[in-house]
């Protein structure tokens, strides 16, 4: 039973570090926590289902083109929430990522009806080790997750674009002054963000089915994973992800099973009073 | 080089310029004074193209009234903002590479020439080159947002207040730089609050009040300007100086 | 409040029958299904000349998929001059409402199956549907006597109508002394049932009875098949449901449950309306569409024997309708206002529940 | 008010090593230094927004450096900031008052003090309406609009860091008269200041730090000339 | 100060006007739905108390009107404690609550302490979902009775409505007196500046404690008020959503004036009343409202329309207001 949840617990592990490597990218680069972020996930999962069961697309090419979709979502979305509030209090900014939260939801449930919809794996079948068994799928998520994940790791940290894109998260107003198109670095943050949380969840569609709701509890963990992990930190985010994944099926099968959520958040109480600023710290201190 | 005439800046309807004209030389050190809230934070960020602003700003003979802080970047003038503004989070050699962006955009060329100008220029900055930039004292920081303005190839510099809250020692060796600087050919515009200071490096000095230039000449004539040693340099400056 | 003093009821207008469901949030599919019901059964009457002369006008209010709005729902209907109400099919809405019904005093036609709806004794309220005592000691005996299990896990969901039945189930397997070795419960909503079924398979259990929403009974006859544990399921109503199969695809096929109708119904009637319904809508019928068309009929039936919409007389005939035969089941109101008479035991083949024995409960 | 061998270590960096001076009522003392030499940090120490590693103050007698923040600042120590700190979604009436509020000021009438609101805001060069937005103000009047409110609450103490950063030579004079109101009052100032006509004119006495240890005490004459100050501080170039 | 008067004395003869004309002229169902607008306007006020004026975001104010509704229903239904009893006793329990939380909680800076209060409001809620002895499960409680003070018992909904106005009233005027109040203005300092407002005396942490209590006894009031009202509760009620729903009112009438979580409240419940027609896109409506007001009215609808006011008045001071925020 313990190879079972431990194999589970990474899967979903790392689906929470995707949504909160998004998170911690749309943090980063301007300073608020986007509340719609689980349903960047949603919308990655109904796109798996449009590409690959209506559209017909194979395995690979629906990925890419999710891929690509859900970028193109990240920029549409900085331009409708974040750029015309970019000068006023952060927390207007959060009023209109939870607007979008809401309306995200509404459009998807015009597009796709509400009902929870079934989307195929990328590879059928289970697989057994030892004892315990586990959809293929799973071990295709934590794959590609991982992968993207090291990259968009490498390109933020190792990269010179990806130092453009870090100087401009943390000071628009002198990127702006030498030389770095604003517009471009936060929009295509945005991209880089909703890409991978998108993604994701065409990762997931097949494990959980696909509903207008799944971005709700998903995005709450993924948001407790940051926290944990420590704001703004894209390590921090992977590691709070598997940390949340392992707290909620080792408290579903050993504490609880209908407290586990609960269990979660008061182990993100627990993380906060014992080390506010997360595994992984803030990397900047605020001076007096 | 950089010549400005009627130029008005606005912050939403506020106007902060009203007709502001201005010229630097192409070896220039100009010095800009003038009291608080006078618009010269204000007259750099126009010439940057970071506020709304209207009239002919002239570099080079081209009128780039209506291009982007990128294409302003691109062609040489660079502006060290008032209160540093580095990047926090990046080290100290990070900082100075993104610096590089308005020639090299997001290609990878090679910095390694122009980082060994601002080191041989800031040699406190080649030892703190993996530090982050908030970890950095005031100076440093200061001498950092210049070096990251060099590393931008400037054909003109715009430094506001590269004297604020700063040890006495430091400015003196700033402005040893800053002379340097300018000695490799790189006219400089100057905002200082030190007045005193700014007119002795200058060559020539505006006076900025109320959104209006008042008064310009040459420093060494301005400098014993009954009416500037009145409203710039007060009195303190005579009891101690 | 002004609106007490409501008209009254005009003779020449359309008799209102109020329905709460969810045409928005979540469970939004339910209320396709059910307005899909309650129209063929309105068109059906109104074709026939209608009730004591008089047209059938269906009002629809829309419960957000939550109690409070199931609340917010009857409230506004209640404003609206109806004569008979009819209730979602989820007992906790049901429940919630409960309170309001009484205050209204407006004859109301609930299809949650939850043995607490009729514990309430609220005297307005009708249990349009079998309830889950009798179901739920219906799937434990057919566990224990026909699957020959010995070793059985529960599963369900915490809400009011999944732990009451497994309450029940738990008591029968008792009485048949063969207690359960392994009570699991999740909330509704869940996604990852891994540690429950993890949990399961590590206990031993031959045989799983569980009870479930939709959307998670098809989750977790997909996981319970993706963690290799292959062992016979015996779910409630849920688990063969449309949305349930289409969902879990393969993964429902040979799952046994407990239900209230089923296209492959025997009962005449109940083929029917599945001919009917298919013809109408182009898709095939389904539980929520077809208990809903019970309980408009049942509405009819009683506004019918009453002569009237003064509400008491109506109240009085629902109470007393007897051996009245719907498409899902045969209706007799007892004392507490329960319903429903029975079940069918169907285990799901190729895609399709197919009937395999009856449950008469009384 | 002393100081007593403070201390405080952030990680790697000793940003005040025993530091030890005190004040007395009426006395500006100036606080001078390198960027970095934790002149910010002692007046952080000393407010409380900081806690110390090691060391005591004390004020009238009291040791305080126990403390926190809010109990010093009632028990008479204000201070303003580097970067001014006002409440910017308040009016210039609270921003005013709340301090006085505390420190339980109401009873004791203005004058007393010697000075009355209107004096200080004219020493200010300062013409505000009180129901205004506190953002109405420019950074310089809200530098000088600290320096009010500090002087308002009537404190034992006042800390002043850099109140003329950024002010030219005329509005220093400001700063001049305000700190003139201050020592009427009764209060010691503690001033750090990178400009050296303010604090060579202003100052009864100095402390140099350098690298978070006091090199050099004494008047404003001494430490013009002392080797040690001139070296890691004044430099030797145009101001020497 | 006069502008202030004035605005004082019309909304209280507003609210005598419309306590008299609306119960007369409402139907029922309207005077349910403004009945739940009051009882969530409370919540809202709440929310005014702990960020609108102490800063300190918190998501827990649905978990605390749930620790209300809660505390109501298990005296009246188990124990047959007095109804008037159980308002106080709710409101008390909210704030004890609150004050055991805060003093963890608080020891949070920033941010931080509103992140925490989203596991708080996930906990409560899981509490209120699986404490089946205590709460119900997913049950939950019904059959509580109407609110009664001796043998009067105020069970229509036009009595309801008297009782939930007076109370809101009442907690409106405690709310204004705390504005104005040295506690008040402490709060206020403490959200726009902290290390300023312990510099000048305010005792930041125990202040943040006092703001959160009283604003969760505020919401354990409102929540008794509703379980009375609703006669039925459960756990789903009180969740993440509805708190970050007290959030975007308050946003949407403006955070800084006493007005705002009236105006905020008003405007959202009241709109799917409005667009009844368009049941199905209310939601879409809603999400992309909250969205476009935001980029229209950073400061809500109050601040927005004091700053139209002063485009009447002057120019300038749009202006002055608009370019102030111009560069952060
Ligand atoms: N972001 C802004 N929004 C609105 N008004 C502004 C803004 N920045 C400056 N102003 C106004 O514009 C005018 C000019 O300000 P500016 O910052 O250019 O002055 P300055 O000469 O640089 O002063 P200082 O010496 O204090 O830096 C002032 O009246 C100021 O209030
Ligand atoms: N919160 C902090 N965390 C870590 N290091 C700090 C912190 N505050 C100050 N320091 C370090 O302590 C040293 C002293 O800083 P301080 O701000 O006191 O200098 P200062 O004398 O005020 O300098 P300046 O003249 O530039 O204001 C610096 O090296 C600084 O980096
Ligand atoms: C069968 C299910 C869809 C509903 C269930 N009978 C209930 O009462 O909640
Ligand atoms: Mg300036
Ligand atoms: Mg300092």
Known sequence: MVWQLIIASLAMGIVYGMVAMGMVLIWRAVGVVNFAQGEFLMLGAFAAYTLTLQLGLPQGAALATCALLMGLVGVVYHFITYWPLRKSWDITVIISTIGASIALKEVATLVWGPAPLAVDPIVHGIAKLGEAAIEWQFIVTIGVAALLMAAIFILLERTYLGHILQATAQDQYAAAMIGIPVVLATGLTFAISALITGVGGMLLAPLFFVTTTMGGITGLKAFAAVIIGGFGSVQGAIIGGLLIGFVDTFAGAYISTTYRDAIVFLCLILALVVRPQGIFGEKIAEKV | ?241 | GSSEKATTDDKNKPIRIGVVSSLTGERALHGQYTRNGIQLAVEEINAQGGINGRKLEAVFEDDNGNDAGAVNAFNKLSGSNVAVAIGPIFSTMNLAMSPGIKKAEIPTLVIGSSNDIGNQKNPWMFQARTNDAISATAIAKYAANQLKLKKIAIMHDTDNFASGAAAVAKKALEDLNLPPVLIVAYNSGDKDFTPQLAKIKASGADGILAWSQQTEAGLIMKQKKALDLNIPLIGSNSYVTKIAIDLAKENAEDVYSVADYVTSTPIPKGQEFAKKYKEKYKIDSEFNAAMTYDALYLAAEALKKAGSTEKEAVKKAMSSIKDFVGVSTTFTFDENNRGGTGVWIVQTKKGNPVVIEAVKGR | MTLDRVCKRFGGVVAANEVSFSLSPREVHGLIGPNGSGKTTVLNLISGVTEMDSGNIWLDGQLISKQPCHVRARGGVSRTFQHPRLLKRCDIQTNLYLGIDLANMKQKSMTSCGYTLSELLDAAGLSINMNDSITTLSYGQQKLFEIVRAILSHPKVILLDEPAAGLNSKEMERVVALIDCAVKGDAAVLLVEHSMDLVMSLCNGITVLNFGRPIAEGQPEEIQSNEAVIEAYLGRGRSA | MMANKKAFWIITILAAVLAITIPLTASNYMLRVVNMTMITYICVLSMFVVFGMAGQISFAQAGFWGVGAYITAILTTKLGVSPLLALIASGAGAAIVAFIMGLALFRLQGHYFGFSTIGLVMILNGVFQNWKPVTGGADGIGNIPAFSIGSFELSSETSSFFLIFVVSVTISIVTQKLHRSALGRSFMAIRDNEIAAKCMGVNSYRNKIIAFTIAASYCGIAGSLFAFLASYISATTFNFAQSSLYLVMLMLGGYNYLAGPMIGTALLMLLPEWFRPLQEYIMLIYGVGVMLLMVVMPEGLIGGGKKLYAIMQSKRGWATTQAKNDIR
């Open chain 2, 1 to 241: 080089m950089l010549k400005i005439n009627n130029l008005y800046a606005h912050y939403g309807n506020i106007e902060a310029l009203h007709g502001v004209s201005l010229e630097v030389g192409n070896k220039d050190i100009v010095a800009l004074i003038g009291s608080n809230g006078a618009g010269k934070t204000t007259l750099l960020r126009a010439i940057s193209s970071l506020v709304t602003r209207n009239g002919e700003i002239c570099y080079n003979g081209e009128n780039i009234e209506k291009q982007s802080p990128r294409y302003i970047a691109k062609a040489g003038l660079l502006h060290v903002p008032e209160g540093r503004h580095v990047f926090p989070g990046l080290t100290v050699q990070q900082n100075l590479e993104v610096g590089s962006v308005s020639w090299r955009g997001i290609k990878n060329a090679s910095v390694a020439e122009d980082l060994e100008r601002v080191f041989s220029l800031f040699p406190r900055l080649e030892e703190r080159r993996k530090q982050y930039a908030w970890s950095l004292s005031g100076g440093e920081q200061q001498m950092l947002a210049i070096g990251r303005a060099i590393m931008g190839r400037p054909k003109l510099l715009m430094l506001d207040e590269p004297s604020m809250g700063l040890a006495p020692k430091v400015i003196d060796e700033l402005f040893v730089k800053i002379l340097e600087i300018n000695s490799m050919g790189v006219p400089i515009l100057l905002v200082e609050q030190n007045a005193l200071l700014a007119m002795e490096v200058s060559q020539k000095v505006y006076i900025l009040e109320g959104g209006r230039i008042v008064l310009q000449g040459d420093s060494k004539d301005i400098i014993n300007d009954a009416r500037v040693k009145e409203a710039y340099l007060g009195k303190l400056k005579e009891k101690v100086v």
